[in-house]
Structure formats: structure tokens, C-alpha cells
């Protein structure tokens, strides 16, 4: 209640002070949610964007490791209000939704375990804050200075576990400028999305900022039998941020964030298990019990920095906490409904971050960054597959009650060395030593398994594990700058992802082993015709050991949950185009992919038991060809300006397993979006926009899989065409 109360209370000041701040501030203007590009750059030309790719400020175009960048104005502007809907405007992220939760993959590199005990091999950074549960990403892309995709092992600098990449979202930080912004999104599903917030400087050395959210729709999909809608949503979300800088040298940062959603959420439409998939309506089709998803979380973080040290040195701790209650209930009835059940979860992750680092100063010759890591989550687990109707009406079949802990720590170091003017070297190595424990058990009804041909038997098999482990990882690099305009990089990293052990509730816990990854890089960034034209390009190589896989078994069998199945080869290029040509902006983002799993592999045992050879197989969520690009012109309209935009992505097929079914897989598609933009003046406090997205209505998988404990195919969509308008403001 005292949450609910607080995060109200968040957005309400935020609308209140933006009310105060429309009248008393029109002559002041704040860059926001765009502060993470150089306003000075003339329009005719590229601007800079800063970035921390690399743990401190540098320009995106100078900053050795392939990313790609956004700002809190072209997401908005794009719609983009989730990890999920990245995957849009960006060729090299696949997201793939798993009934509440998700995950990602970046040149084909992702972990399919969305268990207690899996980690993500691309996590997702809040203002450097990592959790492993997937349940509140949606609800943090607000207000935002940027969100930076890292491509490849990050795992020297950034976090545990980064083998594929890493998604960073980075907030705006309270200012020393009294401004305010505001914009509401009306659309078809009878959308309302609102966003607020204002930043209040009290003092120089004392500045308050807050920012909220309210995301309403209607679901896309209507679901049939229990008359309901799916996939919709329900979001608020209030944030709180005060900055202060009490004496020279000291600066500190407190945030406060509450979420909560109450929601159908995504939901999977089902069909019997086929090698040919049977979809005659992807907007409406029959679930037989409810499905909802519901979350309050509270994160606090903090950040505290002191660089008055001796020889320079800055020393920064950043920690922060993260509470989450998410329940979720799944549809997991037979075909027809002939036997009605939902299978509830139930989880309450708690999660630690801290992080202490010391810094030389970043423009010297020689630069030097080091620091310990911690991190500590304690979950526990309170769900089951429940009988809804027919002799054993509200039993369950199966049920896990789990407690589990994880544990990570880390000491890490990265050096950089200009050998010349033009040339830098760098060189960096993490040590980790995770570990993992789980108490608790599974209670099997073998009564209510056999639908009543047993007798009330009940098999409880413990659930317990424990795993340590520990790995170095590395950071090799060299790179060149012949021009202030043009860099050139080469670089070698190793990454590492801890292992765990099974889910399966109806066997002892089986341990499986970390992932690691060697990967190779080199690419070049460049801007030519005075800041018109940037080219950027990257090559990669990289060798995949253990690689993890998910599969479903059924719930009586001891067969497989996770599992290493062998080793994996992958490789491609990535290329950026951006070029103004007058009023004329075009863009273009490419990734080419071959990520395979090597011919040595051999037989792995599917969710229904069946031994089946993956040598050679694509690795999942891995298209061969990603394309995405735009083009846009901005007309002069009195005193502002007019602009039209058509954008869109292009992927070829890829699969979501590693058994490359055909009824798992997702065949080429293209989806477009246009938008129409009017600002009354340039620069000036309002814009209008009106948009389609996916004006094609491409129906697009989310996630395809084989379910074995319902012995059907489960199939979610990504968003059909939506259309509206938007009004955004600044002052």
C-alpha cells in the first residue's frame, strides 16, 4: 500500500510541476530526453553522441567496440518503449517472449533458460543495475538520455554473465536547469500513454528530478471460450532522482523507482504438435482458463563519486537494490479444453548490486580502470500446474516450492596505453566466482497424474543443488585513429556464462556447465563530407563452448530440462550508413549472420525423448541477413518544420530451437512503419506526430515452441498494425 501510495505520489508531483513549470519557465529550454547528443552541432551535420561503452564518457564514433546508440527522442519518436520493441529499428536484437517473461540474443547468442536458476548471456543494465529476471524490462524506457547496444563479450567492464552483449539503458539525471516534459499517445486498441516529468534544481549543489509513466491498451489478441483479450497492457511507473554535490569533489545520486503491472499480458495461441504449423488466425483463437501477469517491484540505487583523491584518481561506489513480485498464470489446458488447467507462478526476486571502482584520470597517456563487483539474488518459488475442473478440480498435479540464492563477485581491471598520437592499446581481465544454491522440493500427485487410476500417492523429489564455479575472462585491443574523423580497432575478448542445474521438479538436480566464449573483432568508424555521411563497420568471429539449451519436458518424465549440447561457430559483419543530404536524412543498418553449431555436436534427446541429431543446425533467434533503415525529410513550414518518415526492417528466416523444426520457425518478413512530425517552431516546446506501425500487418512470431507437457505447439506475435498520434512538449 505504502508503494502504491509513494509511485502515485511520484507522478502526480511529476504532472504538478510540469504545470507550474509551463507557466513560470517558457523561456528556458532542456534537452531532454535528448542529452546524449552534441546540441551544438550544427543541423546540417552529424551530431556527436556520448556514450560509456567503455565505464566513462567518450564520443559513440571514437569508442573501439561495435554499438549502436539511441536517444531518448528517436525512441520515443520510433514508439520504442520496451527491450521488446527494440528488436524493431535494430538489426542485430532478437527478443523472444516466454509467457511473461523474455529474452535476448545478439549475433545468435542468447540463453534460452528462463528458469530460477537461468542467467540472460545479454543482460540488461538500468543505469548499470543488472537483475536476471526479464519481468519489469518493459517499464524502464522512460525519460531516458539513451539505451546502448554492445555487441560481444562484455564481461571485462560490465557485469556477469555479458557473453553475447549487453543492453544498457541510461536514464536522465537531475540538472541544474528548471525544465519540465510531458507527452500523451492516443491510438488505435484504445491506447492512452502518458509520460511526465520535471527536473527541479533547489540549489548548485541540490537538484531533484522526477518522471512517470501510465501505458494502457487494449490486448491485440481476442481470445475466444473465456471471452477475454491477450496481449495488452497496464503499466505505471514513477521514478524519484535527488543529485547533490556537498563539497568540492563529492558528488552523489539516489533514485527510487516503483513498478506496477496488472495485466493480461502475452499469451500463447496453441495447436497440436505439427511439423507444419496451423495458424488460421493469428488475432483470435480459443484459451479455456485465465491468463494474467502482475508485478510490483521497488528499486533503489545509488551512486556516489569522490575525485580529489591523490595523482588524480576518482574512487565511485554504485549500489542499489531491487525488489520484485511478479505473478503470472498460463493457459495449460489440453486441446478442447476436455481438462481445464493453469499453471501459476509464482517468484520474489530479491536483488543486490555493489560496486566499488578507481579510476585514473581518462586523458592521460596511460589510463587505468579497477574495481570489485558484487552481486547477490534470493528467490523464491511458489508454483505448480493446477487442476481447474472434472474429479480433481483445483488439486495440483505437480507443485515446486524452491528457495534459491545466487551469488557473484568479481575483481576486474582495464588499461589503456597510446603507443602514439594515433595509436592505442588496451588490455583488461575479470575474475568471477559464482554460485548457486537451491532448497525446496517438488510434490508430484501421481493420483491426479493418472486421472484417478492410482491411488493418492504423493512423490516428493528434493529439488536441492549446488554449484560453485570460477573463470577468467580477457580483453585484448589496439586501436587507430589516422584522423580525427576515422578510427580503426582490433580486438579479442573471452566470455563466460555460470552454469547451473535442472528444473525438472520429478528428478534430482543435474548440474550443467558454464558457457564460454572466444570472439574476435575488427571494424572501423568513420564520418566523411564534414559530418554528413558516417560509415561503420564490424567483422566478427567468435567460437561458442557449451552452449545451454532449454527444452519442455513432460512433468513425469526424468528426461531432460538444460542441458550443454556442444559447441558452436559464428561469424558475420555488421554495417551502418548514415548520410544528410540537405533536408534529407537517410539511414541503414545491417547484420549478416552465420552462427552454426559445429558437425561434431551429434545426438541430443528432445523434450519428448526422442534422440535427434543438431550437427550443423542454426543456432536459434539467429536470421542470416537483418536489415533496417529509414529515410526522412524535413520540409520548412513557416517557422518550423514539417517532416515525413518511412522506416522499416527486413529479416530473413531463422528458428526459435535448436532441433530447426519447421514448426519453429520464422520465415523472411518485412515490416514498415510512417510517420508524420510537425514543430510548430525549431526548437521550440511542441511537437506533433502522426504515425502507423507495421503498416504491412506482418504477423511475426514472438516465440515458437514445442510444449510436451500439453503436447501442443505455443506460438506468441509481436504487435500487428498500430496507428495514433502523439503531442510532445518541453519548456
Given at each position: 500500500?505504502?508503494?502504491?501510495?509513494?509511485?502515485?505520489?511520484?507522478?502526480?508531483?511529476?504532472?504538478?510541476?510540469?504545470?507550474?513549470?509551463?507557466?513560470?519557465?517558457?523561456?528556458?529550454?532542456?534537452?531532454?530526453?535528448?542529452?546524449?547528443?552534441?546540441?551544438?552541432?550544427?543541423?546540417?551535420?552529424?551530431?556527436?553522441?556520448?556514450?560509456?561503452?567503455?565505464?566513462?564518457?567518450?564520443?559513440?564514433q571514437k569508442t573501439a567496440t561495435a554499438l549502436t546508440v539511441y536517444s531518448g527522442n528517436d525512441l520515443a519518436s520510433a514508439g520504442v518503449a520496451s527491450v521488446q520493441s527494440l528488436q524493431t529499428i535494430d538489426p542485430s536484437v532478437n527478443v523472444t517472449s516466454s509467457t511473461g517473461a523474455a529474452y535476448v540474443a545478439i549475433r545468435g547468442i542468447a540463453s534460452t533458460d528462463v528458469t530460477e536458476i537461468g542467467d540472460p548471456s545479454v543482460p540488461i543494465a538500468r543505469d548499470g543495475f543488472f537483475t536476471n529476471r526479464s519481468f519489469s524490462i518493459g517499464t524502464s524506457m522512460y525519460d531516458l538520455a539513451r539505451v546502448e547496444v554492445l555487441k560481444g563479450p562484455q564481461g571485462t567492464l560490465f557485469g556477469r554473465n555479458s557473453t553475447g552483449g549487453l543492453i544498457s539503458?541510461?536514464?536522465?539525471?537531475?540538472?541544474?536547469?528548471?525544465?519540465?516534459?510531458?507527452?500523451?499517445?492516443?491510438?488505435?486498441?484504445?491506447?492512452?500513454?502518458?509520460?511526465?516529468?520535471?527536473?527541479?534544481?533547489?540549489?548548485?549543489?541540490?537538484?531533484?528530478?522526477?518522471?512517470?509513466?501510465?501505458?494502457?491498451?487494449?490486448?491485440?489478441?481476442?481470445?475466444?471460450?473465456?471471452?477475454?483479450?491477450?496481449?495488452?497492457?497496464?503499466?505505471?511507473?514513477?521514478?524519484?532522482?535527488?543529485?547533490?554535490?556537498?563539497?568540492?569533489?563529492?558528488?552523489?545520486?539516489?533514485?527510487?523507482?516503483?513498478?506496477?503491472?496488472?495485466?493480461?499480458?502475452?499469451?500463447?495461441?496453441?495447436?497440436?504438435?505439427?511439423?507444419?504449423?496451423?495458424?488460421?488466425?493469428?488475432?483470435?483463437?480459443?484459451?479455456?482458463?485465465?491468463?494474467?501477469?502482475?508485478?510490483?517491484?521497488?528499486?533503489?540505487?545509488?551512486?556516489?563519486?569522490?575525485?580529489?583523491?591523490?595523482?588524480?584518481?576518482?574512487?565511485?561506489?554504485?549500489?542499489?537494490?531491487?525488489?520484485?513480485?511478479?505473478?503470472?498464470?498460463?493457459?495449460?489446458?489440453?486441446?478442447?479444453?476436455?481438462?481445464?488447467?493453469?499453471?501459476?507462478?509464482?517468484?520474489?526476486?530479491?536483488?543486490?548490486?555493489?560496486?566499488?571502482?578507481?579510476?585514473?584520470?581518462?586523458?592521460?597517456?596511460?589510463?587505468?580502470?579497477?574495481?570489485?563487483?558484487?552481486?547477490?539474488?534470493?528467490?523464491?518459488?511458489?508454483?505448480?500446474?493446477?487442476?481447474?475442473?472434472?474429479?480433481?478440480?483445483?488439486?495440483?498435479?505437480?507443485?515446486?516450492?524452491?528457495?534459491?540464492?545466487?551469488?557473484?563477485?568479481?575483481?576486474?581491471?582495464?588499461?589503456?596505453?597510446?603507443?602514439?598520437?594515433?595509436?592505442?592499446?588496451?588490455?583488461?581481465?575479470?575474475?568471477?566466482?559464482?554460485?548457486?544454491?537451491?532448497?525446496?522440493?517438488?510434490?508430484?500427485?501421481?493420483?491426479?497424474?493418472?486421472?484417478?487410476?492410482?491411488?493418492?500417492?504423493?512423490?516428493?523429489?528434493?529439488?536441492?543443488?549446488?554449484?560453485?564455479?570460477?573463470?577468467?575472462?580477457?580483453?585484448?585491443?589496439?586501436?587507430?585513429?589516422?584522423?580525427?574523423?576515422?578510427?580503426?580497432?582490433?580486438?579479442?575478448?573471452?566470455?563466460?556464462?555460470?552454469?547451473?542445474?535442472?528444473?525438472?521438479?520429478?528428478?534430482?538436480?543435474?548440474?550443467?556447465?558454464?558457457?564460454?566464449?572466444?570472439?574476435?573483432?575488427?571494424?572501423?568508424?568513420?564520418?566523411?563530407?564534414?559530418?554528413?555521411?558516417?560509415?561503420?563497420?564490424?567483422?566478427?568471429?567468435?567460437?561458442?563452448?557449451?552452449?545451454?539449451?532449454?527444452?519442455?519436458?513432460?512433468?513425469?518424465?526424468?528426461?531432460?530440462?538444460?542441458?550443454?549440447?556442444?559447441?558452436?561457430?559464428?561469424?558475420?559483419?555488421?554495417?551502418?550508413?548514415?548520410?544528410?543530404?540537405?533536408?534529407?536524412?537517410?539511414?541503414?543498418?545491417?547484420?549478416?549472420?552465420?552462427?552454426?553449431?559445429?558437425?561434431?555436436?551429434?545426438?541430443?534427446?528432445?523434450?519428448?525423448?526422442?534422440?535427434?541429431?543438431?550437427?550443423?543446425?542454426?543456432?536459434?533467434?539467429?536470421?542470416?541477413?537483418?536489415?533496417?533503415?529509414?529515410?526522412?525529410?524535413?520540409?520548412?513550414?513557416?517557422?518550423?518544420?514539417?517532416?515525413?518518415?518511412?522506416?522499416?526492417?527486413?529479416?530473413?528466416?531463422?528458428?526459435?530451437?535448436?532441433?530447426?523444426?519447421?514448426?519453429?520457425?520464422?520465415?523472411?518478413?518485412?515490416?514498415?512503419?510512417?510517420s508524420l512530425t510537425w514543430m510548430p517552431q525549431v526548437d521550440g516546446p511542441l511537437e506533433v506526430q502522426l504515425f502507423v506501425r507495421n503498416f504491412t500487418d506482418e504477423a511475426v512470431y514472438a516465440n515458437a515452441s514445442r510444449n510436451f507437457v500439453a503436447n501442443v505447439n505455443t506460438y506468441q506475435f509481436q504487435a500487428p498494425r498500430t496507428y495514433g498520434g502523439r503531442l510532445a512538449f518541453h519548456f
Open positions: 500500500m505504502m508503494r502504491t501510495a509513494f509511485s502515485t505520489f511520484l507522478m502526480s508531483t511529476a504532472a504538478a510541476a510540469l504545470a507550474c513549470a509551463a507557466q513560470g519557465a517558457a523561456a528556458q529550454t532542456d534537452a531532454a530526453p535528448q542529452a546524449s547528443t552534441d546540441s551544438a552541432a550544427p543541423q546540417n551535420e552529424l551530431g556527436e553522441i556520448v556514450v560509456t561503452a567503455n565505464r566513462v564518457a567518450s564520443s559513440a539503458i541510461i536514464t536522465q539525471k537531475p540538472t541544474n536547469d528548471r525544465s519540465a516534459y510531458g507527452s500523451i499517445e492516443v491510438g488505435n486498441y484504445d491506447t492512452v500513454n502518458v509520460e511526465a516529468g520535471v527536473n527541479l534544481p533547489a540549489s548548485d549543489k541540490l537538484q531533484f528530478r522526477f518522471s512517470g509513466i501510465s501505458r494502457r491498451r487494449d490486448g491485440y489478441r481476442d481470445i475466444t471460450v473465456i471471452n477475454a483479450e491477450g496481449d495488452d497492457e497496464k503499466t505505471l511507473s514513477g521514478r524519484g532522482q535527488v543529485a547533490f554535490q556537498p563539497f568540492d569533489g563529492f558528488s552523489g545520486l539516489i533514485s527510487y523507482q516503483h513498478d506496477a503491472i496488472d495485466a493480461v499480458g502475452d499469451l500463447a495461441l496453441q495447436s497440436p504438435i505439427s511439423t507444419v504449423p496451423s495458424i488460421t488466425d493469428e488475432k483470435r483463437f480459443p484459451n479455456y482458463q485465465p491468463t494474467f501477469t502482475k508485478l510490483n517491484g521497488d528499486r533503489i540505487r545509488w551512486e556516489f563519486s569522490y575525485d580529489a583523491l591523490p595523482m588524480g584518481l576518482t574512487l565511485t561506489y554504485a549500489g542499489g537494490y531491487d525488489n520484485q513480485k511478479w505473478r503470472h498464470a498460463l493457459d495449460a489446458s489440453s486441446l478442447g479444453g476436455s481438462i481445464e488447467r493453469q499453471f501459476l507462478q509464482s517468484e520474489s526476486p530479491e536483488t543486490w548490486n555493489h560496486e566499488v571502482r578507481l579510476s585514473t584520470p581518462q586523458d592521460g597517456r596511460f589510463t587505468l580502470q579497477t574495481g570489485y563487483f558484487h552481486f547477490d539474488e534470493k528467490n523464491t518459488i511458489d508454483s505448480g500446474l493446477l487442476i481447474r475442473s472434472g474429479a480433481f478440480a483445483e488439486q495440483y498435479l505437480i507443485k515446486f516450492d524452491y528457495k534459491v540464492k545466487t551469488q557473484s563477485d568479481a575483481v576486474f581491471g582495464h588499461a589503456t596505453y597510446k603507443l602514439t598520437d594515433m595509436l592505442k592499446a588496451s588490455a583488461g581481465v575479470r575474475y568471477t566466482w559464482d554460485k548457486k544454491d537451491r532448497e525446496g522440493q517438488g510434490v508430484l500427485n501421481l493420483q491426479v497424474a493418472s486421472n484417478g487410476a492410482l491411488p493418492p500417492i504423493i512423490v516428493t523429489t528434493p529439488g536441492n543443488g549446488s554449484i560453485s564455479q570460477h573463470k577468467p575472462t580477457y580483453h585484448i585491443g589496439l586501436d587507430w585513429s589516422p584522423t580525427n574523423q576515422n578510427l580503426v580497432y582490433a580486438k579479442y575478448d573471452t566470455g563466460y556464462k555460470s552454469g547451473g542445474f535442472n528444473s525438472n521438479g520429478s528428478a534430482p538436480a543435474v548440474d550443467y556447465a558454464p558457457e564460454n566464449l572466444d570472439a574476435f573483432e575488427i571494424g572501423t568508424k568513420n564520418r566523411f563530407l564534414n559530418n554528413k555521411l558516417q560509415f561503420n563497420a564490424a567483422a566478427f568471429y567468435q567460437q561458442y563452448k557449451g552452449y545451454q539449451a532449454s527444452q519442455t519436458t513432460a512433468v513425469i518424465s526424468s528426461g531432460s530440462g538444460t542441458f550443454n549440447i556442444g559447441s558452436a561457430t559464428i561469424y558475420g559483419a555488421e554495417a551502418q550508413i548514415v548520410a544528410l543530404l540537405g533536408g534529407l536524412r537517410a539511414d541503414l543498418n545491417g547484420t549478416w549472420l552465420h552462427a552454426n553449431f559445429s558437425d561434431s555436436v551429434g545426438s541430443v534427446r528432445d523434450g519428448a525423448g526422442v534422440v535427434r541429431d543438431i550437427s550443423g543446425n542454426r543456432l536459434p533467434n539467429a536470421p542470416r541477413l537483418s536489415l533496417t533503415g529509414g529515410l526522412e525529410y524535413v520540409f520548412p513550414i513557416g517557422d518550423g518544420t514539417l517532416k515525413p518518415r518511412i522506416d522499416g526492417k527486413y529479416s530473413s528466416a531463422f528458428y526459435y530451437s535448436v532441433f530447426n523444426d519447421a514448426d519453429t520457425r520464422q520465415g523472411n518478413y518485412a515490416t514498415g512503419n510512417i
